[in-house]
């Protein structure tokens, strides 16, 4: 076995089986970075997943983590396990950009809460990754970083705004990311890069040190391969904080222990009618598929119309565009040439929206908010595509995937529960494909045990890109 192909195999690992290893003694985090550094400098050439490789404050990180376990003190189950995150979450002392050319050289000072939540951890924080501009213009060719390309073939793009943070760990860069999520951008990437991602519920991660899209939207969450290694990851970066006035408050549960793999009973609504027409007919099969399996595991299946869907994404759309366009008004007024020709058109548009629209926005959201919510008076979990379309082409053209597809990931966002997407196979291009889960509020336990209730049987999130 070559050196390549012995890092390649530790780095596809999953969290809790390199947590066994660096327990045993079987390697060490020094050992576990090295790995990952390595196959990143050979591949990520291809990919443009990361902005920043932090390698020195890596290596010192893991040096750390190692000399605390060899001496017993073991800080739970992320503890040495290298980490991602999306360019947008401040990291003291290391630049944080957003993919922007405004704030190529932005240093912060602190560390937002999630970042230290997952270094209290004992995680390793490894680099900064490529996203939509500000996580909203992209992905943009007119930029000073390249957009990051989809692993499974990077002649398509990963979906966004997350978009380097699903690279990376679709092409096991590092076994775990924070994304950021405000109509989709941590289910999207996952679902495009053969991952999964969730969305947990409206305030368990702070957003303190997150530059905002749309204050009353934006989730951060993790993106991993597996169910599992999401209930770790989230149990790292949960958590209440004071500075932040969305908190919930919460504190982190135990994730991982409610993962039976039992899901006898489980009721499941199946709202169909959102991609059984307009998705990609290989979609709509896998997805129908994936809802069989769970009826196998002995989960309550029933199809349940939730009515289109295109009330929860002009909704979103009004709500965003508001939004965007008070954060970043200063600087729009003053240097539009600052700004993607992405960002320009999408943000712009808010200069003309009037108080009582985004108010009347913000009333319609809660309508459609508790009719989203009133089925989980009968169900425990609804279940619906990830994504309707394939990844598209990494071309100008391709980009333009919002005036294509409607976003399946919205209703969840505007409602603010718990939604996960799961690998559900691949495309006879090869292209990977997931579907999604919902959950009550604040009841991410139960999503993340369906999710891996299904990952037990099946084997699509464990499935590796062969890169050049």
């Known amino acids: 076995m070559t050196i390549a192909e012995d890092v390649d195999n530790l780095t596809t690992n999953d969290i809790a089986g390199m947590g066994a290893l660096l327990r045993q003694g079987a390697t060490t985090p020094e050992a576990l970075l090295e ?19 932090d ?28 980490f991602a995150l999306k360019d ?19 240093v912060p000072t602190k560390d937002a809460t999630l970042v230290r939540y997952l270094r209290d ?12 501009e500000y996580a909203i213009g992209g992905p943009s060719w007119d930029l000073p970083f390249p957009p990051a390309l989809n692993p499974w073939n990077t002649n398509h793009l990963p979906g966004g705004s997350s978009s380097g943070s699903g690279a990376a760990v679709g092409a096991r860069f590092v076994p775990a990311a924070v994304g950021t999520d405000t109509g989709g951008s941590v289910r999207w990437p996952a679902s495009m890069c053969g991952v999964t991602g969730l969305k947990p519920t409206y305030g368990l991660v702070s957003r303190t040190g997150v530059v905002p899209n749309t204050y009353s939207l934006d989730h951060c969450g993790p993106i991993t391969a597996s169910a599992r290694d999401n209930a770790i990851m989230l149990g790292a970066m949960a958590g209440p904080d004071p500075v932040d006035p969305s908190s919930s408050g919460r504190k982190a549960e135990d994730y991982v222990a409610g993962l039976s793999g039992d899901i006898r009973g489980l009721r499941v609504g199946v709202v169909r009618n959102w991609y059984a027409e307009e998705a990609d007919p290989e979609i709509t099969e896998a997805t129908d598929e994936a809802v069989r399996v769970l009826a196998g595991l002995g989960a309550t299946i029933e199809q349940i119309d939730l009515g289109d869907l295109q009330p929860y994404l002009d909704c979103k759309t009004l709500i965003s565009t508001a939004e965007l366009y008070a954060v970043h008004e200063k600087n729009m007024k003053a240097h539009p040439e600052w700004f993607s020709k992405k960002l320009r058109e999408r943000v712009l548009g808010g200069a003309l929206m009037r108080a009582e629209d985004y108010v009347h926005a913000m009333q319609w959201r809660t309508e459609l908010a508790r009719k989203l919510l009133a089925p989980f008076a009968r169900f ?3 279940a619906t595509a990830g994504w309707l379309g394939l990844p598209v082409l990494a071309t100008e053209e391709g980009s333009d995937f919002f005036k294509r597809l409607r ?13 996960i997407v799961v690998p559900s196979g691949f495309s006879k291009s090869g292209l990977p494909m997931s579907f999604q889960l919902a959950g009550k509020p604040f009841d991410e336990a139960t999503v993340l045990r369906c999710a891996d209730a299904y990952q037990r049987v099946t ?6 890109p062969t890169l050049a």
């Open 55 to 82: 390698a020195d404050n890596a290596r010192q990180a893991a040096r750390g983590a190692g000399e605390e376990l060899r001496a017993g003190h073991d800080r739970g189950p992320f503890h040495g396990i290298p």
């Open 35 to 53: 790995a990952y550094l390595d196959r990143i400098a050979r591949h990520d050439g291809a990919v443009h997943s990361f902005l920043t490789v």
């Open 88 to 106: 947008n979450v401040d990291t003291a002392g290391l630049r944080t950009t957003g993919h922007s050319r405004q704030d190529l050289e932005r």
């Open 380 to 382: 425990d979990i609804l």
């Open 459 to 464: 084997d699509w999130h464990r499935r590796v």
């Open 121 to 132: 951890a004992g995680g390793v924080l490894v680099g900064k990754t490529a996203t939509f």
């Open 407 to 419: 976003l399946i990931t919205m209703p969840f966002s505007l409602s603010g529960n718990p939604a």
